[in-house]
């Protein structure tokens, strides 16, 4: 059964920075592409950022410059490193894999203005 499992959300003040983990069981992780998406309320989920097998990125405009996504294939875990972090920022934030389509239950980043 696969299982992909977000960790380190939280609350941080604006300019602040936080690491989101995504740790994944049951699937062979260097054989997906793993994205992050955020939905905040009231909005459809979005693309935050992206990373493929060969460790190929893109990212949302209103993070670029501001986010990292990178990948640990022999520790099983997808990471999004977030720096000068936005009030708009504020989102449940998924770990999705390509291949097989999973995704996480979410992790909540709330940035205070």
């Known amino acids: 059964q696969v299982q992909l499992v977000e960790s380190g959300g939280g609350l941080v003040q604006a300019g602040g920075s936080l690491r989101l983990s995504c740790a994944g069981s049951g699937i062979i992780f260097s054989s997906t592409g793993m994205g992050w998406y955020r939905q905040a309320p009231g909005k459809q989920r979005e693309l935050v950022a992206f990373?493929?097998?060969?460790?190929?990125?893109l990212y949302a405009d209103s993070v670029k410059d501001r986010f990292t996504i990178s990948r640990d294939n022999a520790k099983n875990t997808v990471y999004l490193q977030m720096n000068s972090l936005k009030p708009e920022d504020t989102a449940d934030y998924y770990c999705h894999s390509r291949c097989p389509p999973t995704w996480g239950q979410g992790t909540q980043v709330t940035v205070s203005s």
């Open positions: 990373i493929s097998v060969g460790g190929f990125t």
